[in-house]
């Protein structure tokens, strides 16, 4: 056939609007989004023609089969780009996955605040200005002990923030063990000059000694600040200088005492069989004026940074400039008072909030749930193609949270017969409710720790799904 011929071939885009499929789309995906999907298709197959790469046959079924094109070219644009997935990685707190999740029965709370007027900012007494801070520091201060609290953005800007009310301008002294980069460049000594504070970084990478502190305090010192190395540890020949000693300090020399726990965990999670990470609640016993810690790590709730301690310098910060630019919204201060709530009783905490439910979850709860989906898998799922066995592994905390920590764990293992492990994979994440794996040894492995039984059966219809287009079906 002539090449124009091929192009009489092509509908016009009248003609395709007419169709009976694009009324159904219409019915859900905006008309321009249609429109533009139609042009992109009917281009494409031009393209094509004008290219001469393909037969002619190939390019009669392109147009034949423009329709489906169109439909999932229309269907992927009007998905919502920040969507939900499986998390299937076992690394509970998983910062590329959102880290914490929320309970449900708290979005009924942020609903009401969403939909409705509040008094986010309205004083209900006095029938004036109110503060948005003051919804959340009555319970911050009686879970931690605390005497004021405040919540900006992230544990990020909670740290410049009390170092810029701190100490702008001022020296403040911290252990060289501790200068720590948390991912996505978070890194104290680039923190702190965002702050207008002087780094003094005293002692040496394995070992700091009270004396390396106390040598460092001078007139221009404006604060000592421990920071938590979350994300590491340094093991074998090495001494840090705990807060209790810096206390010492800041007593005998009348210096603020600031630290940044980063995690926020404030239950004792060694009880649970956790490895022991030092609480909110310690930490101000130990007499540190100052603590900072996230809110969607070990604590369980929304991206925030909390500043709890001394009233003198939190009424500081809550007058500095930076905290209108670092100020949290309604969402987030309804989820975290709801959050919080949880944590009046500590069992109802590791119960209800999903992040500390995952992470003590029992071995054998674990096993159960894996036994339950393979043999859902194999029910659906033609297991002439694979293998599924269950196999002992182990989670992560995540988060930069616990980075020894190991937890015990059951895996589904994935072995593909004759099938590209590889491109099954690429496929769970193409899922409409993506699927995220692990990928070992050419195996793929689904950790039962971080799915939930009303997952199950979206990873069944993953797996299905991802099993049909590696067979090309
Ligand atoms: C995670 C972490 C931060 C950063 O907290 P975000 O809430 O992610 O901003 C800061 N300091 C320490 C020690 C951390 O572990």
């Known amino acids: ?240 200088v705990d807060s209790e000693e810096l206390f010492l300090l800041k007593e005998k020399y009348n210096i603020p005492l600031i630290e940044d726990l980063g995690s926020g965990v404030l239950i004792d999670l060694s009880k649970y069989g956790i490895e022991y990470e030092p609480t909110v609640q310690e930490s101000l016993k130990k007499g540190v004026d100052i603590v900072t810690f996230s809110g969607d790590k070990l604590l369980g709730g929304p991206q925030v940074g909390v500043i709890v301690g001394k009233k003198e310098y939190i009424d500081d910060m809550k007058k500095n400039p930076l905290t209108r630019a670092f100020r949290v919204d309604k969402f987030t201060i309804s989820t975290l008072e709801a959050t919080l709530r949880y944590y009046l009783e500590e069992s109802v905490a590791i119960k209800e909030i999903p992040t500390l439910a995952m992470l003590t979850q029992s071995l054998k709860e674990i096993g159960s749930k894996a036994l339950e989906l393979k043999s859902k898998i194999e029910e659906k799922v033609s297991n002439d193609l694979f293998k599924i066995d269950i196999e002992d592994n182990f989670s992560e905390v995540g988060g930069g949270s616990l980075p020894l920590e190991k937890l015990p764990t059951k895996c589904l293992v994935l072995t593909l017969d004759n099938l590209s492990t590889q491109e099954f994979e690429n496929n769970l994440r193409k899922f409409h409710i993506p699927i995220i794996t692990r990928l070992y040894k050419d195996r793929v492995y689904i950790d039962l720790r971080t799915i939930r039984e009303e997952e199950f059966h979206i990873v069944v219809e993953g797996i299905s799904f991802a099993f049909n287009k590696v067979k090309g079906v």
């Open 1 to 240: 056939m002539e090449e124009k011929n091929l192009f009489t071939l092509i509908p016009k885009v009248d003609e395709i609007l007419d169709k009976d499929f694009i009324k159904e789309l219409l019915k859900y995906i905006p008309r321009k989004i249609v429109l533009d999907s139609i042009r992109i298709e009917i281009e494409e197959i031009r393209t094509k023609i004008k290219g001469k790469e393909i037969s002619e046959e190939e390019i009669v079924k392109n147009i034949e089969d423009i329709h489906i094109k169109i439909k999932k070219r229309a269907e992927e644009k009007n998905s919502f780009k920040l969507k939900r997935v499986v998390n299937g990685t076992g690394v509970v707190i998983h910062t590329n996955l959102g880290r914490s999740l929320i309970n449900e029965k708290i979005m009924e709370n942020i609903k009401e605040v969403a939909i409705n007027y509040s008094n986010l900012e309205f004083d209900l007494v006095n029938g004036g200005r109110g503060s948005r801070y003051s919804h959340l520091e009555e319970i911050i201060c009686e879970i931690t002990g605390g005497e004021a609290a405040m919540v900006v953005n992230n544990n990020a800007a909670a740290v410049i923030l009390v170092l810029s009310s701190m100490a702008k301008n001022k020296e403040v002294i911290v252990s060289r063990g501790e200068l720590v980069e948390i991912g996505g460049s978070f890194r104290i000594p680039d923190v702190m000059e965002q702050s207008g504070a002087n780094l003094v970084a005293v002692g040496t990478t394995n070992k700091t000694h009270l004396w390396d502190f106390e040598n460092a305090i001078n007139e221009e010192t404006g604060a000592l600040l421990k920071v938590h190395t979350s994300n590491y540890r340094i093991l074998g020949f090495t001494s840090n």
